[in-house]
């Protein structure tokens, strides 16, 4: 037996978050997607840096929210439809156990925003300025520091492929005497503060003046993994995200995806943020678990696409009330458990060749489900 004798040309429920953006779609929870585009039209549209905590249990979609506006073309679509120019979009896991958190999150900044990019885009920039602006103009102002500034202008102004990947190298920490000598640059960026004015440079140039990127938007996941670095590093990379917040004023917004621990409440934010980055998020948005009625919503949705004969809507499930079954027994609900259980229930259809899920199909394999209260 295979998933098209249950009328599904794939199974719905992922258990894990994809990083494929055909796979990447967003069902139910219109109003958490409303709220979330909310922010992001506020940072296309006006100037002032934010900073948005998305608060969440595990299982709660921060994930998948983050993966979903990086990774589709929705942003693109609500620049459209805002008629702005277009954002630069990045998710970012926050270091953990890691002895140098703050070059660990540089390294995978340059991951997600390659060299090349950072060229091409102060390309863009320099083809949008007005007479008498210039690029490197523009650089210095922002740039806060004499060795950061002469780098983004050997950026900008580079065509030589060796020196190109000297620049990489040197990025990545290469400080041999053949590539400092190449470059004429001193030792490369091991201070905290000079990868922030690196950043902070990068950022507050191709954003300016909104002409070619209306807004950079950064998603840090898994905040909350800061608690497995020591207070040393905790000090560092709370320290180096209020300083990077404080010298891109503008046009940078910064979602920070925490999950609590237990017992853990949002009055006690300030413990693991620090009080200078805690008070600056004063934006949340609240990824609550969702109500039967809204899971069920959430179900249609993810099963309409992967029907075969899309005038059976709920695929191999036999009605709502199968649903709301299922859901009654799970008990406490999150979006992860929800598609463990489902995802479940769809391979021990086809295992036991099973075409209509029924409620008296699982009652009898109840004790094949873990999330099932008993």
Not at 50 to 60: D, M
């Given at each position: 037996?295979e998933?098209?004798d249950?009328n599904?040309?794939?199974?719905?429920?992922?258990?894990?978050?994809?990083?494929n953006?055909?796979?990447?779609?967003?069902?139910?929870?219109q109003?958490?997607?409303a709220?979330?585009?909310h922010?992001?039209?506020?940072?296309?549209?006006?100037?002032?840096s934010?900073?948005?905590?998305?608060?969440?249990?595990?299982?709660?979609g921060?994930t998948h929210?983050?993966?979903?506006?990086?990774k589709?073309?929705?942003?693109?679509?609500?620049?459209?439809?805002?008629?702005?120019?277009?954002t630069?979009?990045?998710?970012?896991?926050l270091?953990?156990?890691?002895?140098?958190p703050?070059q660990?999150?540089?390294?995978?900044?340059?991951?997600?925003?390659?060299?090349?990019?950072?060229k091409?885009?102060l390309?863009?920039?320099?083809?949008?300025?007005?007479?008498?602006?210039?690029i490197?103009?523009?650089?210095?102002?922002?740039?806060n520091?004499?060795v950061?500034?002469?780098?983004?202008k050997?950026?900008?102004?580079t065509?030589?492929?060796?020196?190109?990947?000297?620049?990489?190298?040197?990025?990545?920490?290469?400080n041999?005497?053949?590539?400092?000598?190449?470059?004429?640059?001193p030792s490369?960026?091991?201070?905290?503060e000079?990868?922030v004015?690196?950043?902070?440079?990068?950022?507050?140039?191709?954003?300016?003046?909104k002409?070619?990127?209306?807004?950079?938007?950064?998603?840090?996941d898994?905040f909350e993994d800061?608690?497995?670095?020591?207070?040393?590093s905790?000090?560092?990379?709370?320290?180096f995200?209020?300083?990077?917040?404080?010298?891109t004023?503008n046009?940078?917004l910064?979602?920070?995806?925490?999950t609590p621990?237990?017992?853990?409440n949002?009055?006690?934010l300030?413990i693991?943020?620090?009080?200078?980055?805690s008070t600056?998020?004063?934006?949340?948005?609240?990824?609550?678990?969702?109500s039967v009625?809204?899971a069920?919503?959430y179900?249609?949705?993810?099963?309409e696409?992967?029907?075969?004969?899309?005038s059976?809507?709920?695929?191999?499930?036999?009605?709502e009330?199968?649903?709301?079954?299922?859901?009654?027994s799970i008990g406490?609900?999150s979006?992860r458990?929800?598609?463990?259980v489902?995802?479940l229930?769809?391979e021990?259809?086809?295992?036991e060749?099973?075409e209509?899920?029924d409620?008296?199909?699982i009652?009898?394999?109840?004790?094949?489900?873990?999330?099932?209260?008993?």
């Open positions: 037996m998933l098209s249950l599904l040309k794939e199974n719905p429920f992922r258990i894990g978050p994809s990083l953006p055909k796979d990447l779609v967003w069902a139910g929870f109003e958490l997607k709220k979330i585009e922010r992001l039209k506020f940072s296309m549209k006006t100037s002032p934010r900073i948005v905590l998305n608060w969440g249990r595990y299982g709660s921060k929210a983050a993966n979903f506006f990086t589709t073309s929705r942003v693109k679509e609500l620049s459209e439809e805002n008629n702005v120019e277009s630069i979009n990045i998710k970012i896991n270091p953990r156990t890691s002895k140098d703050v660990s999150f540089f390294r995978s900044f340059l991951g997600q925003i390659s060299l090349s990019e950072i091409t885009q390309e863009k920039v320099n083809d949008s300025l007005k007479e008498g602006e210039l490197d103009d523009i650089i210095e102002m922002n740039s520091d004499a950061i500034s002469d780098l983004f050997l950026i900008k102004s065509n030589d492929k060796a020196q190109f990947q000297a620049i990489e190298s040197y990025l990545f920490g290469d041999t005497k053949g590539t400092l000598v190449k470059l004429g640059l490369g960026l091991k201070d905290d000079q990868i004015n690196f950043i902070s440079t990068y950022i507050n140039c191709v954003t300016f003046d002409r070619q990127c209306s807004c950079f938007v950064l998603w840090l898994e800061i608690d497995t670095l020591n207070k040393q905790q000090d560092r990379i709370t320290t995200f209020r300083q990077l917040f404080d010298k004023p046009h940078f910064l979602f920070l995806n925490f621990k237990t017992f853990f949002i009055e006690d300030s693991v943020l620090g009080e200078a980055l600056r998020a004063k934006i949340q948005i609240n990824f609550d678990a969702p009625e809204t069920i919503i179900l249609k949705e993810l099963i696409p992967q029907l075969i004969d899309n059976i809507k709920l695929g191999p499930f036999k009605d009330s199968t649903l709301s079954f299922v859901l009654d406490n609900l979006i458990k929800i598609n463990e489902f995802s229930l769809v021990l259809a086809i295992l060749e099973k209509n899920i409620i008296k199909f009652d009898s394999m109840k004790i094949e489900i873990p999330s099932f209260e008993s």
